[in-house]
């Protein structure tokens, strides 16, 4: 049997790691930033009627564009940011990633440049190796803060044709004040690409606020995922000028959101009010464990997301893996001192806080 190094992979993709979280069954799975609410009952019955309906159409093509979907999109966006948009303006695709991905297609590429401010999410070097884009990194401060003076010195310094800014900030939580987010677009030769995945969860406002003043360099990419309970659905957007849409129509593959893929997100963006109402739960329950984690000691990074990350460990897997002996997995991102937990149901989010009570006094912290 061959193994992965016997194939002619291209040389940058050499050594690398697939991306994914480690996939246990435990009582409190707390590592993968999933909403712990399921969908309702009406959604689920709206659902399945709809699907029904179509069911006997799955013999044609999906309508190319999904003009049905991304006018849902552009309405629910309009709505929650307070920024007027049409279907012109949204883009949809099967999860975020792949938003990112037709973006890097269009503007990465060979001899291209991709800048991340880290650590942030992960996927984003990954997709720009499997673009041949190059990911150049700029350490985020000693708080995990995007520093406004080193990030404009690497713009200038590298160029990039690309820039990303994930706020809140996958994996610590923190947000990108808006005003740094437009001095980085200003000082940016290329486009910028602002990830908002969580951004449901944080009061501060969107970048979406800026896309009129910065046509041809702003994109905001965000998802169905979290906020949505719609982690199984796989549908992520972005919302911009008209121009980005058409450019990304230049590489989608044909027929890239199935006929299911539009409907199940169509008749969840129709059930909005009671599935958002999950985030007030979750922000509620986000901010009693940062409470608790401070009492325990613990240092936590400030998240205005579904997610803490807190720290700081002289040896973070070691504690990672007293949780789970505890019945409690959380996330290990490879981020020297911290670990990540997704905030779950409460009486999970009691279990992980007992595991944290039980563990404080046994592990070793760094300054």
């Given at each position: 049997m061959a193994e992965l190094k016997d194939l002619p992979l291209r040389e940058e993709l050499r050594g690398s790691s697939a991306y994914g979280a480690p996939q246990l069954t435990v009582t409190n799975q707390l590592n993968t930033n999933e909403n712990p609410y399921p969908p309702s009952e009406a959604l689920v019955k709206d659902m399945v009627a709809a699907v029904e309906k179509h069911a006997r159409e799955l013999n044609r093509y999906p309508e190319r564009d999904a003009v049905e979907l991304r006018t849902a999109l552009a309405e629910y966006v309009s709505e929650q940011t307070g920024v007027a948009v049409?279907?012109?303006?949204?883009?949809?695709?099967?999860?975020?990633?792949?938003?990112?991905?037709?973006?890097?297609?269009?503007?990465?590429?060979?001899?291209?440049?991709?800048?991340?401010?880290?650590?942030?999410?992960?996927?984003?070097?990954?997709?720009?190796?499997?673009?041949?884009?190059?990911?150049?990194?700029?350490?985020?401060?000693?708080?995990?803060?995007?520093?406004?003076?080193?990030?404009?010195?690497?713009?200038?310094?590298?160029?990039?044709?690309?820039?990303?800014?994930?706020?809140?900030?996958?994996?610590?939580?923190?947000?990108?004040?808006?005003?740094?987010?437009?001095?980085?677009?200003?000082?940016?030769?290329?486009?910028?690409?602002?990830?908002?995945?969580?951004?449901?969860?944080?009061?501060?406002?969107?970048?979406?606020?800026?896309?009129?003043?910065?046509?041809?360099?702003?994109?905001?990419?965000?998802?169905?995922?979290?906020?949505?309970?719609?982690?199984?659905?796989?549908?992520?957007?972005?919302?911009?000028?008209?121009?980005?849409?058409?450019?990304?129509?230049?590489?989608?593959?044909?027929?890239?959101?199935?006929?299911?893929?539009?409907?199940?997100?169509?008749?969840?963006?129709?059930?909005?009010?009671?599935t958002l109402g999950t985030v007030a739960k979750l922000s509620a329950e986000r901010d009693r464990v940062v409470a608790w984690l401070k009492e325990l000691g613990y240092y936590v990074v400030p998240s205005e997301s579904n997610f803490v990350s807190f720290g700081r460990f002289a040896d973070q897997h070691a504690v990672w893996q007293g949780f789970l002996d505890r019945d409690v997995l959380i996330r290990d991102n490879g981020v020297p001192g911290l670990l990540r937990a997704t905030i779950g149901l409460p009486e999970e989010n009691d279990a992980f806080l007992s595991a944290a009570a039980d563990l404080a006094d046994t592990v070793e912290m760094t300054n």
């Open positions: 049409s279907v012109e303006n949204v883009w949809a695709a099967n999860g975020s990633n792949e938003v990112l991905q037709q973006l890097l297609q269009v503007f990465g590429g060979p001899g291209r440049s991709a800048l991340g401010f880290t650590p942030s999410y992960s996927m984003h070097p990954i997709l720009c190796a499997g673009t041949q884009t190059e990911f150049i990194a700029c350490p985020r401060d000693a708080d995990f803060r995007i520093d406004e003076k080193e990030a404009l010195e690497a713009v200038a310094k590298h160029s990039p044709d690309v820039v990303f800014i994930t706020t809140p900030n996958n994996p610590t939580g923190d947000v990108t004040p808006i005003d740094v987010v437009e001095k980085i677009v200003q000082a940016a030769p290329g486009i910028v690409i602002v990830d908002e995945a969580y951004m449901e969860f944080s009061p501060s406002p969107s970048a979406t606020t800026l896309l009129e003043k910065y046509p041809t360099k702003l994109v905001v990419s965000r998802t169905m995922s979290k906020a949505f309970d719609f982690a199984g659905g796989r549908l992520g957007y972005f919302v911009a000028d008209p121009a980005f849409v058409e450019a990304v129509m230049l590489v989608r593959l044909p027929y890239h959101l199935s006929v299911l893929s539009q409907i199940a997100a169509t008749v969840a963006l129709a059930h909005k009010e009671e």
